[in-house]
């Protein structure tokens, strides 16, 4: 009620006062306004017309109000557009920017009271980034012409959009690391409206820009008129009004003294309690304070056995739900919400979700029980953990509890299917040492006698037809046996200085014109060096190369990209190569460099095992990302080479 009568008295006491009648005409200022700076301004569509809503506007109308005068809106999305019209004089007043805009424009800035909070915005996946030393390696985007603080230092890799709406969306979908948001309310607005996800407000606030009202210099009229109705705005509390209305916030406008009263008040009330709760608790402090030190060594030392467990420990109900977990737990899991909320099906991947409720019903009827599932780790990678639970025995319980201990088996998995990798490699090792000679030789005699053949004079068409395809046949065993071979017994390699844009074009002079063609280049100015076997790494694109040859058609275009990755140390040599083919399953993608898989008709799966062999003899990374039906890129990283050691 207290809010509400200054605005009735406002409304009634400006109707007199305000101009009347076709004599007085009303002036007409034309106000400049973003239109996607919710809750500033933004678009809206009202009784089926479209136009500018948000605090601004709001704020223009009720100082125009006051002015006696109309404000018509301009809905202009770039900041640096609405500076250009204001220049040209295609708008008199430009609503909510900066005191830097103001003297880069020399014109009036009239402060309203507010500022713009600059924020960072991150991926949920990018949990270390808290402030801006963390930008470093990070694919960062702001907004163009914004009202940054001059303490925020942006590098030039930096992505400017017109939008944050955009940006947000960006940072949501991974395409972007960190948002560097110049206004914090836009961008809890936008993110609430939109419900975007995987989004989070990270670190401190980066710094504040004051907003105002900027008015043409050579106007001051019109700024004294805007000043005194602000003025006005303030007194009659119907600022503070709007602030609540679109921001959600109380702002300090109350009457402090009418509050100062009622917290006397309390105050006196409070010392009164307090005083008679001191008084009674001196009398028992000494008794109090025996029996609390014995609790408290007690449970010191239940507590330290607890937390000092290499193990996660779970306390848990029959419904799973976990009432108390060490910090061993914590650090390694995912925690949504806090222990006491916590289901045990909320800390295992999806798939697991049905056993969990099977483990827990056989804990709770036979006593105990042991089983192996994959929990979400901290970094939201999935965990394989061995859970083994036990009833806990108690005179006292008054609900029927579990004890879960959980030990991360990750590593303990990963050795063993190293270790299988190994008797498989070892079985390829003694095949191939077996069976490539014996293999061989009758191929050779094979592909001698079909080209002996090919030579004879009037040779019916299906004769020489089948001869070609014993010959290629025949070639492509021997590729088989000797690719084993090189899997087992790998040979050694010349490591050398070699510089990458000569190593693509040499190993694409091996293709054939047609296929040549194919391919095309996206190389750096700047030449890139890597250390490694040259003859080595031609086949290693060469398998690549063919590999995409295979999924795409005649009339589609493979890329080979090259560019330098990372800083100092870490600073690498990155190389792609992409298609628009068939594209890989995405539960393939961890499968294919593994022997002897092949998703493809008449393929033994050993092209990229061995050449994953070889990236990694060279210290290198390779992996890949697909989608089906959009094609696939193949990553290939190598340690990068300085130009003086070339």
């Known amino acids: 009620m207290r809010r509400i009568l200054p605005l009735l008295l406002l409304c009634f006491g400006l109707f007199p006062i305000l101009p009347q009648g076709p004599a007085f005409a009303r002036p007409v200022y034309h106000v400049g306004t973003r239109a996607l700076s919710p809750p500033f301004s933004f678009l809206a569509v009202k009784d089926g017309v479209q136009g500018v809503r948000g605090y601004s506007v709001d704020e223009m109308a009720m100082l125009g109000k006051i002015m006696g005068a109309d404000m018509e809106f301009r809905a202009i999305h770039d900041l640096d557009k609405r500076r250009e019209l204001f220049l040209n004089g ?47 390696n990070r694919k960062v985007v702001a907004i163009t012409s914004a009202p940054y603080n001059a303490d925020i230092k942006l590098g030039d890799e930096t992505v400017w959009m017109s939008s944050p709406l955009e940006a947000l969306n960006m940072v949501s979908q991974g395409v972007m690391d960190v948002f560097v948001a110049p206004s914090e309310r836009v961008a809890d607005d936008l993110i609430e409206r939109y419900q975007i996800p995987d989004i989070m407000k990270k670190g401190v606030v980066l710094g504040e820009s004051p907003l105002g009202i900027i008015v043409p210099r050579n106007r001051p009229e019109l700024a004294t008129d805007i000043r005194r109705a602000f003025h006005r705005l303030q007194e009659t509390g119907l600022d503070a009004q709007l602030r609540d209305k679109w921001f959600g916030k109380p702002t300090i406008t109350d009457d402090i003294r009418y509050y100062a009263k009622y917290a006397a008040i309390a105050s006196g009330a409070a010392g009164i309690i307090f005083i008679a709760i001191v008084a009674w608790n001196v009398s028992l402090k ?47 899991l995912r925690f949504p919400s806090p222990v006491g909320e916590v289901s045990l099906r909320q800390l295992v991947t999806r798939e697991y979700v049905d056993e969990i409720d099977a483990f827990l019903k056989k804990v709770f009827n036979d006593g105990c029980d042991k089983f192996e599932f994959d929990m979400t780790g901290g970094g939201g990678q999935p965990m394989e953990v061995e859970v083994a639970g036990r009833i806990i025995q108690g005179p006292v319980q008054t609900q029927l509890l579990a004890c879960l201990f959980a030990r991360n088996v990750t590593e303990r998995n ?30 050779g005699v094979i592909q001698a006698n079909a080209e002996d053949l090919m030579f004879e004079e009037d040779l019916a068409p299906e004769v020489k037809s089948g001869l070609l395809a014993v010959q290629r046949n025949a070639i492509r065993a021997g590729e088989i046996t000797k690719g084993l071979l090189e899997a087992a017994t790998p040979k050694p390699m010349s490591m050398d200085v070699i510089e990458v844009g000569d190593l693509v074009r040499d190993a694409l002079s091996l293709l054939g014109s047609r296929k040549r063609k194919r391919v095309e280049l996206e190389l750096p100015g700047e030449p890139l060096f890597i250390r490694g076997d040259e003859r080595a790494l031609q086949q290693v694109l060469m398998n690549l190369v063919f590999n995409s040859l295979a999924v795409t058609g005649e009339g589609e275009r493979i890329l080979i990209r090259a560019r330098k990755a990372g800083q100092g140390e870490g600073e690498t040599v990155r190389l792609e190569v992409s298609d628009n083919g068939t594209g890989i399953e995405r539960h393939n993608l961890t499968q294919i460099f593994e022997p002897f898989f092949s998703s493809r008709k008449g393929g033994f799966g050993l092209g990229l095992f061995i050449t994953r062999r070889m990236v990694e003899r060279h210290d290198g990374l390779i992996f890949a990302e697909s989608e089906p039906g959009m094609g696939t890129c193949m990553y290939l990283e190598f340690p990068s080479v300085r130009h003086e050691e070339a």
Not at 291 to 305: G, I
Not at 426 to 442: C, D, F, Q, R
Request: hydrophobic fraction near 40%.
């Open 286 to 332: 000494r008794r109090v304070d025996r029996v609390t030190q014995d609790l408290r060594r007690t449970e010191q030392r239940y507590r330290d056995l607890i937390e000092s467990s290499p193990d996660m420990i779970f306390l848990v109900n029959e419904e799973g739900l976990v009432l108390h977990a060490n910090e061993r737990a914590h650090d390694s």
């Open 90 to 136: 295609s708008v008199d007043i430009l609503a909510h920017d900066s005191k830097e805009a103001a003297d880069e424009l020399d014109a009036i800035w009239i402060p309203v009271g507010i500022s713009l909070r600059h924020h960072l915005y991150v991926n949920k996946d990018c949990r270390s980034v808290t402030c801006l030393r963390d930008l470093n």
């Open 414 to 443: 990963r050795m063993e299917e190293e270790l299988i990798q190994s008797e498989r490699l070892g079985i390829i090792g003694k095949m191939a040492a077996s069976l490539a000679h014996e293999i061989n030789n009758p191929l």
